[in-house]
């Protein structure tokens, strides 16, 4: 139906996986990629993040452009109101009604596995031809073509390869530059290589507004979102000669504020970048003596261990877990396993020193 073609796409230099096997160098143009094909299914992950919301829109706006002819539908759960700025968003079928039957293809963007498409599933499956294009490592290859880069920043990087630079519009661009944004932590996180920066700036120069894109969809909060984050840090104290800083917030004082777990997003990120700080500790109630426990790591304690142990998970610097009981108990808990660490760490420091 549509044929693959392998040539320098712009993303050269990253690993492809394709298919079953692992090529190097192996990838497709778009629109080259699409050419017999009329009508086109796209959707990410559920839960939709910048990447995912960027990509579906990028590649909804790129096909809509270049391809008028072809009916081109974005399947996506709700997408955050900090993502905004993006043009057509109301043409995203939230309900994922179509209908169409069996879509000639569906793009899979941004998810690491078929379940992960929640409602997008069936239509998925219904689909003659599908393809997934994709940055996570852990991509199980569900589709019959799968293009997945795991050292790019994001599906938006690899989506800049796979498109024509010269078709790209400034709305295509827009929603290229969130997923790059949103996935860097702002250029910030150790996937944002010269590459990234490059592709950001070649969607600068399509006239990006970075600076609201930026703003918006990452630093902006709602007045009650600040309030929280205020009394947070506030209210937060340090331990263990000021290496851990722990702030907790419960539900009485949550229903108080009228705040949700989504409007703490950026409380343990505040936490972190206190100076002399190796641990960020952040729990908030969930539950009548349930808790939720979000660590961040600045020096070489693993939270993801800490986290593991009760009975969660995450990454090295980045990890969290549930815990039931109170407060003062939970608090105590993960304090030691930190103090354990931090002593192990100290040891470990001196013996080298005496080497
Ligand atoms: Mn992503």
Known sequence: MYKKVARNSGVSGLICIYGKGRKEGVTMKLLEA????????????????GD??????????????????????VFLESVASSF????????????YRTDIKSYDLFLSLDCGSADRLGNAQPIFEQAKETICIDHHISNTKFAKENYIFPDASSTCEVLYGLFDEEK???QTAQALYLGIVHDTGVFKHSNTSEKTMMIAGKLLSKGVSSAQIIDESFYQ?????????????????????????ISTLNKKTMDFYEVTSED????IDQLRVTKGVEVAV????????????????NGNVDVSKIAVYFGGGGHVKAAGCSLKGVMHDVINNIVRHIDIQLKNLETE?????NK
């Open 282 to 297: 952040f729990i908030y109630e969930t539950l009548p003596q349930e808790y939720k426990v979000s660590m961040r790591a």
């Open 264 to 267: 703490l997003d950026g409380v």
């Open 168 to 170: 790209i519009s400034l």
């Open 221 to 245: 909060k709602t007045y009650l979102q600040n309030q929280i984050l205020g009394r947070c840090l506030l209210e937060s104290f340090l331990v263990l000669d000021g290496k851990c800083i």
């Open 349 to 353: 420091e001196a013996l080298l020193e």
């Open 34 to 49: 699409i050419k017999d094909v009329k009508t086109i299914a796209i959707s990410g992950h559920v839960r939709p993040d």
């Open 52 to 73: 995912c919301v960027g990509s579906c829109m990028a590649t909804y706006h790129y096909i809509k452009e270049n391809l008028p002819e072809v009916q081109v539908d």
């Open 84 to 95: 905004g700025m993006l043009a057509n968003l109301d043409q995203i079928h939230m309900d």
